[in-house]
């Protein structure tokens, strides 16, 4: 049934019944209007978005000089009468004996029967709300006699915006590998890419994605050592929209011993001034130092079985002591003193143990009520006045600060530091800590540095989590945790309190500050070599507590070298360094390890000889490299480069896409249109209703409307443009007159009168052509089912300033879905018309919705031409039908010169 919620007449919204829901709470309180009959997909559907309020949205009825209409919630249909019914009547004349004869069938007028409510905050609102609808039922000017069109829906749409359908199969586009590729660098033929300088960039043709995402495939095969390619697809600017790579197509690995298997021989440790035997202690390598800080260390390296998951690793130890001091006197929340909401009401703070960080409780602060409060979550504040939660500090020092935080939606933090001196006057804000992302549900580390004034005394931390929705704050929450003021700078660890391993309290537990104790920093380095390598790189993989970045140092060349590689980073003490891995090949791509036993999704690794005493091998398995590029970007091309190695081959190339559902394409599979309708009765306002308090003025309306055509008509997506077949056929065809059905008989002696002669046509009227130049197009049957009868909607765009003339479109029925003319009945067509004259710099439209035509000119201009519009031999044309679930071929004909400036496009209608 049909959703009866909307209607659009002439062009002009009648009605909405989403929007009136919306308005009328805010135009009259006081009455309440059930909804029967809601389609929360309605806005969408119209493009309209959420709505809002009668001035923000400006609805087909208001009026920014007439402050009435401001007031005015629209009309609300109650019942619809004869939207849908079938108007279908056939006279019946009954025999004197039995039986009788049935009449021709036909379809008789429609009548729209629709009442409703005009709803308005006072009788001047409802005045304005009543001449507005007065004026929209008098439909489109612009239509003339021939009535306005009736827009709705045959049910509420049912879209999703912005997914894919996942009813659709991807759509494999195959991409040409011979022709439609640019290089720079190198050359393209038929997908062999020949590098000849690097890097070689091949760009593939440009594609235009059907409405949805393209996903490109690429696969290689011939695969050669040092092959390393990147794939991706960019945009018409050149712009990468999605990579993948670099690639290794194949990779050697030269090192004899990648993973140490066996044992240490091409691994070393080196010092720069002294070097410390080291000794295997647990599955540990440790070195023991009495050096003063600042003095160099270096390590060897021992085998140290145990360790799960590899058999190197290295530890470095320096016993010098490093005192950092965090100056927060209750830095845990060991209990709530100290800690305190910064200058914001209606808050819930108290201890937890639901989130804790470090010891067992952490802060929760939460907004009570439903407030705005500048889009804040939280706002906490560490430290006061009052010892022994006092953080003192010396004027003019640095320090660094830090707080954790654990929100309870995704938030930015602001972490600043208010300074004070010894009066405890403020002496102004500084931040450490601006804008930094912190995600719900998990712990964000925040910090900084800040220097104090030089009459600094004390400070107070005050951290801040905003939002960006600035939405009603409803229940927002947040943990706190683990603050640190410390003049020593970041220190090794993120955060210590006095109670975790290596710090102590230095006075209080929980109410002054605390110590920690750490080792200075070392500087490690491993390197590995021999003397038979082309190009080197080393990884080397560091365990916890600490991440350690370790540069890697690539060699290049093309002969046997006698090298030496070495990795060299800045270790914390005390960290664990654990060194598990070697790369040694051609080219300088980065690339996942491999050692002739690794598992890697995607690659076939294996060993050139003996395991851990030769090298290793891995090449792509034959799968393909995918890039995506979103449905939005445009027309898109892919691409690969060659960043080293020899020649590629590229085997093939796939662009995949799938259909996406896009809310207004969804939406016209629901639009039902009614052509030629008129207002014939009203609108009559049938009774006024006032509310006891005031609130309002209803008025219950009433009108009908008729339409001349009385089918309901949907229109099909797909549009289709024929194609130039090249064929150029005589423009007279040995096909027969369509005579109609054949005239009474008559008796020779006594025959019918002769018909009256023909209408002179004035010479030079009609143009004498003898070939035209044929388009054909293919119109499938599956779009129609058996029972459905569909019309053509036809556009012929005259892009030239002469005009074309004896244009030919006929419609033929294709049951065997044929894709070549010759192959179907040449004078068996269902529809022919025979377009006499085209304006240059035109639109023609043949719609068969309403068996009318009509020229659009420059400017807008619309004129009838039903007149230049005929059939073979000058009889009348015919309008098609297409019916039966068949399949149709349509043919355009024009004149040679005429067939390369109009453009022709046909649509189906489909009626019930």
């Given amino acids: 049934m049909p959703y009866k919620g909307w209607f659009s007449f002439g062009g002009i919204e009648l009605f909405n019944a989403e929007r009136f829901y919306n308005y009328a709470p805010q135009i009259a309180p006081g009455w309440d209007f059930l909804a029967c009959d809601e389609c929360d997909t309605l806005a969408e559907a119209l493009g309209d978005g959420e709505y809002r309020s009668i001035v923000l949205d400006e609805p087909s009825w208001f009026d920014p000089d007439n402050p009435d209409t401001y007031r005015f919630a629209g ?99 195959p991409v040409e590998l011979r022709w439609g590729w640019t290089t720079e660098g190198g050359r393209w033929r038929s997908g062999h890419i020949s590098v000849q300088e690097l890097p070689t960039i091949a760009t593939g043709p440009e594609f235009e994605p059907p409405c949805d995402d393209t996903t490109y495939e690429v696969t290689f095969d011939d695969l050669q050592d040092g092959q390393i390619v990147d794939v991706a697809v960019v945009n018409a600017d050149g712009e990468t929209l999605d990579e993948s790579g670099p690639i290794v197509l194949r990779r050697d690995n030269w090192v004899p011993n990648p993973t140490f298997r066996r044992d240490a021989d091409l691994w070393d440790g080196h010092a720069n001034t002294i070097t410390k035997l080291a000794h295997e202690d647990a599955g540990q390598i440790s070195i023991t130092t009495d050096l003063a800080e600042g003095d160099p260390i270096a390590t060897g390296l021992a085998r140290a079985p145990g360790r799960a998951g590899d058999e190197w690793s290295g530890r470095v130890t320096l016993e010098i002591d490093t005192t950092s001091t965090n100056l927060v006197p209750n830095p845990r929340v060991g209990f709530a003193n100290g800690w305190s909401v910064h200058d914001i009401q209606a808050w819930d703070l108290h201890r937890s143990t639901d989130q804790s960080f470090s010891g067992t409780y952490s802060m929760y602060a939460e907004i009570i009520g439903a407030w705005l409060v500048d889009s804040e979550v939280s706002r906490m504040q560490v430290g006061n006045e009052q010892p022994p939660f006092r953080i003192n500090v010396n004027g003019g020092g640095d320090y660094f600060v830090g707080i954790h935080a654990f929100p309870g939606e995704d938030a930015r933090s602001v972490l600043s530091a208010t300074f004070y001196d010894a009066d405890g006057n403020n002496l102004g804000i500084e931040h450490a800590a601006f804008q930094v992302a912190t995600p719900a549900g998990v712990w964000t580390y925040v910090s900084g540095t800040v220097t104090a004034p030089a009459q600094a005394a004390y400070v107070t931390l005050q951290a801040t989590l905003v939002t960006d929705d600035g939405a009603a704050a409803t229940a927002r929450y947040a943990y706190w945790d683990g603050a640190i003021v410390t003049p020593t700078g970041d220190p090794f660890v993120d955060y210590f309190d006095g109670g975790m391993p290596g710090a102590a309290w230095t006075g209080t537990a929980d109410m002054s500050p605390s110590a920690l104790v750490t080792d200075t920093d070392a500087e490690i380095c491993i390197s590995v070599g021999t003397d038979e390598l082309i190009g080197a790189r080393v990884t080397l ?33 005390g960290t664990l360094v654990r060194i598990s891995q070697a790369i040694m090949s051609r080219g300088t791509a980065e690339v996942e390890y491999f050692d002739g036993e690794s598992e890697i999704d995607g690659y076939d690794v294996s060993w050139r000889g003996g395991p851990d005493h030769s090298r290793s091998v891995m090449s792509l398995a034959a799968m393909p490299v995918a890039v995506t590029a979103p449905d939005d970007s445009g027309p898109v091309r892919p691409q690969v480069s060659v960043l080293g190695g020899d020649d590629v081959h ?47 003025r209803v008025a219950r309306i009433e009108w009908t ?15 289709w443009q024929p194609a130039d077949t090249g ?186």
């Fill in 75 to 173: 009309f609300l249909p109650l019942s619809i009468v004869g939207l849908t019914d079938s108007t279908r009547t056939a006279p019946v004349l009954s025999s004197t004996r039995d039986g009788g004869v049935i009449g021709r069938v036909r379809h008789g007028v429609r009548e729209i029967n629709v009442t409703g409510v005009l709803l308005g905050a006072d009788d001047c609102a409802l005045d304005a709300g009543f001449e507005w609808l007065k004026r929209a039922l008098d439909g489109n000017p612009c239509a003339g006699c021939s009535g306005s069109d009736l827009c709705f829906f045959s049910c509420c749409p049912d879209i999703a915006s912005g997914t894919v359908d996942p009813n659709s199969e991807p759509v494999a586009h």
């Fill in 541 to 573: 993989q560091p365990g916890q507590p600490a991440e350690v970045a370790f540069t890697a140092i690539p060699v290049t060349g093309t002969q046997p070298l006698n090298l030496e590689i070495t990795a060299c980073g800045d270790v914390p003490a």
């Fill in 650 to 696: 590229v085997t093939e190339v796939v662009a995949l896409s799938r259909q996406v559902i896009d809310p207004a394409e969804c939406a016209e599979l629901y639009i039902r249109t009614i052509r030629d309708v008129t207002v014939t009765e009203g609108p009559v306002i049938l009774e006024r209703f006032d509310d006891d308090e005031c609130s309002g």
């Fill in 705 to 719: 409307m008729t339409a001349g055509i009385p089918w309901i008509w949907r229109t099909l997506a797909p549009e």
């Fill in 727 to 912: 064929q150029v056929v005589p423009a007279a065809d040995d096909c027969p007159p369509d005579q109609g059905p054949p005239p009474p008989l008559s008796d020779p002696n006594c025959p019918q009168p002769p018909d009256p002669p023909r209408a002179p046509t004035p010479p030079d009227c009609l143009e004498d052509v003898t070939t035209y130049r044929r388009s054909t197009v293919v119109i499938p049957g599956d779009l129609l089912s058996p029972w459905e009868n569909a019309v053509p909607i036809i556009e012929l765009e005259n892009r030239s300033s002469t005009a074309v003339r004896q244009a030919r479109v006929r419609f033929y029925p294709n049951p065997l879905n044929r894709t070549e003319f010759t192959d179907l009945d040449p004078c068996g067509w269902c529809g022919e018309f025979i377009v006499s004259y085209i304006p240059g710099n035109s639109t023609m439209t043949l719609d068969g919705m309403t068996q009318r035509v009509s020229v659009e000119r420059p400017g807008g201009q619309e004129f009838t031409a039903d007149h230049l519009i005929y059939g073979s031999g000058g009889g009348p044309m015919t309008w098609p039908e297409l019916s039966c679930g068949l399949s149709y071929m349509m043919t355009v004909d024009f004149a040679p010169d005429d067939a390369d400036v109009v453009t022709t496009s046909v649509q189906l209608a489909v009626r019930s």
